[in-house]
């Protein structure tokens, strides 16, 4: 089975803070993913990865950095956390390979900035 | 503008009724759609893929169908259980394996 795991199940954070929250997949897959969803909302795409290395922004990158150092890790990073920015954060990966395209989500990160 | 809709309103069934919910889309052109399932406090999970060269697609009490001219999909679940109550997501491709998620419909299915 394909495990995406997240570092924190639930997070306190002050406003100004820096904050990382880590994700790691086990399947190998190319394809990394960080989503906040908000009420009514729904996921809202931060940034992914294709590959190790490479990043591209989503729908609401401000605000947020990632890293992607190995292929099975990727990090999203708070430069000055915001209380705006208290949300679930979901972590997703999926396979480069035509024809699968699901993606796996981690159990998700619910932060609160105070 | 691109947006995906679904029916904000809960759907509240009795049990081993069918269940249908809706996800309407406007200004895409996805070469396929996904349907995910999200209990309370986790992550979604993925449940069915259909792709715009079929109509329809099954997997046990689960049936979804897809019409590119109507922009549409429907997500049936048959003989609904108590079990099945969660939020239902739908999500299109947006440029390769990029997904766009809805913001669910909630299912409540009462025995």
């Known amino acids: 089975d394909v495990k995406v795991t997240q570092s924190s199940r639930y997070l306190v954070k002050r406003t100004g803070e820096k904050v990382f929250l880590e994700c790691v997949q086990d399947m190998d897959h190319e394809n990394m993913f960080w989503y906040r969803q908000d009420p009514g909302l729904g996921l809202r795409l931060i940034y992914f990865?294709?590959?190790?290395?490479?990043?591209e922004k989503g729908d609401i990158p401000e605000g947020y950095s990632v890293s992607r150092e190995k292929k099975e890790r990727f990090s999203l990073i708070l430069e000055s956390a915001s209380t705006n920015q208290t949300s679930m954060y979901l972590c997703?990966?999926?396979?480069?390979?035509?024809?699968?395209?699901?993606?796996?989500f981690g159990p998700g990160t619910r932060l609160t900035v105070t | 503008s691109q947006k995906i809709e679904q029916n904000s309103e809960a759907l509240n069934i009795q049990e081993g009724k069918t269940a249908t919910l809706t996800c309407n889309y406007t200004?895409?052109?996805?070469?396929?759609l996904q349907w995910y399932r999200q209990d309370p406090g986790r992550g979604p999970v993925f449940l069915l893929l259909?792709?715009?060269?079929?109509k329809e697609k099954r997997k046990e009490r689960l049936k979804v169908t897809f019409d590119t001219t109507l922009k549409q999909s429907l997500f049936h679940i048959t003989a609904s259980q108590p079990a099945d109550s969660a939020t239902y997501l739908c999500?299109?491709?947006?440029?390769?394996?990029?997904?766009?998620f809805g913001a669910g419909t909630i299912l409540r299915v009462k025995s």
């Open positions: 259909i792709r715009e060269n079929e």
């Open positions: 997703a990966s999926s396979s480069g390979q035509v024809h699968s395209y699901e993606q796996y």
């Open positions: 990865s294709y590959d190790v290395k490479m990043k």
């Open positions: 999500a299109l491709d947006s440029h390769g394996n990029k997904l766009v």
């Open positions: 200004n895409y052109s996805p070469a396929y």
